[in-house]
């Protein structure tokens, strides 16, 4: 069997990056993109905080330019999910649909994903007015209402990103403080496009074929009430995507994977990096540079095996 010095799974910023310097080493890496090529970031409309990058930059444009980067050195990418993984022997096995691919090392950059709300409606009415992502959506609803659920800088950027299009933007939080980034807050506060609901949470989302509106109720007082609306936008937090591994790596009680400083797992030959091993930052930057700390501690470990073979 053919045997890959690397695999990465994922293909975000943690993933592309780890790419990107495991090339350069010669390692030649497959890397899986996953359901998604960049991960979060390419499904967000613009980064600001990136370095280098003055004026901003749309989420996909910076993903294509770690594409070309990882690809100028010599990564490959095979465009697909991995559904299972063997960690319990070398060569270390992935495998992708029905094919079996082979490894002496494996970065793992699964990153997260969307936390859900977990009240009725939502999962019936998810791709008929419920969405976990203004980019891809937004467009959809064009001079409508929608609700922003979520008081941090994902859920002010994506409303703000929506206001482009709907009509009115109401944002949903459970504190009657944001957690969003100052200047974040005041684009929101100063957009005539956009409201403020304090102190409040969604029970139920109401609909038939698409979404009507939505159920509040406030945790102060615990007064229900219905907020009409054409679409709903959750942005709470995310989930890491361990699923692959549960059983296999050992996890923290955020289920995000246990990693030395030299982003190890409880597993030789493992590594991890971004928000699959990041409960705290989970920024694109961090997820960069651990990426980048993954891939050297890769190469390192690799060449140790091959010096215990002389």
């Known amino acids: 069997m053919s045997v890959e010095n690397l695999i990465i799974i994922g293909s975000g910023p943690a993933g592309l990056t780890a790419a990107i310097y495991a090339s350069r080493a010669n390692l030649n890496p497959l890397v899986f ?9 390419a499904m967000t409309n613009e980064v600001e905080n990136y370095p280098g990058f003055p004026e901003g930059v749309l989420g996909p444009e910076l993903v294509e330019r770690f594409r070309k980067q990882a ?30 691919y082979w490894a002496r090392a494996v970065i793992i950059a699964t990153g997260a994903i969307p936390r859900k709300l977990g009240v009725p409606g939502e999962a019936e009415l998810t791709g008929r007015g419920v969405s976990y992502c203004a980019t891809c959506d937004g467009f959809f609803f064009r001079e409508k209402t929608v609700a922003v659920i979520g008081g941090g800088d994902s859920a002010l950027e994506e409303g703000l990103f929506l206001t482009r299009f709907a009509r009115r933007v109401t ?10 980034g100052y200047i974040l807050q005041e684009r929101a ?42 679409g709903v936008f959750v942005f709470i ?9 549960l059983g296999q790596l050992e996890m923290d009680e955020h289920g995000c994977l246990v990693v030395d400083r030299r982003n190890r ?46």
């Open 237 to 245: 937090g995310h989930e890491p995507s361990n699923q692959l591994f």
């Open 33 to 41: 993109t996953g359901n998604q090529l960049g991960g979060q970031v």
């Open 265 to 310: 797992t409880n597993r030789p030959g493992v590594f991890a990096a971004g928000e699959i091993a990041d409960p705290i930052f989970r920024q694109t930057v961090t997820s960069a540079g651990e990426g980048a700390k993954a891939a050297m501690e890769a190469v390192r470990y690799l060449a140790e095996l091959d010096a215990r073979k002389v």
């Open 171 to 180: 944002i949903v939080h459970r504190r009657d403080q944001l957690r969003a």
């Open 189 to 230: 506060r100063n957009n005539p496009k956009v409201d403020f609901i304090w102190n409040s949470v969604v029970t139920r989302i109401n609909g038939e074929q698409a979404v009507g509106s939505v159920t509040l109720k406030n945790v102060q007082t615990g007064q229900l009430s219905d907020l009409p609306v054409d």
């Open 71 to 100: 690809e100028r050195f010599g990564a490959r990418i095979q465009y697909g999910e991995v559904t299972e993984v063997d960690f319990t022997a070398n060569p270390l096995r992935v495998r992708s649909y029905d094919t079996d």
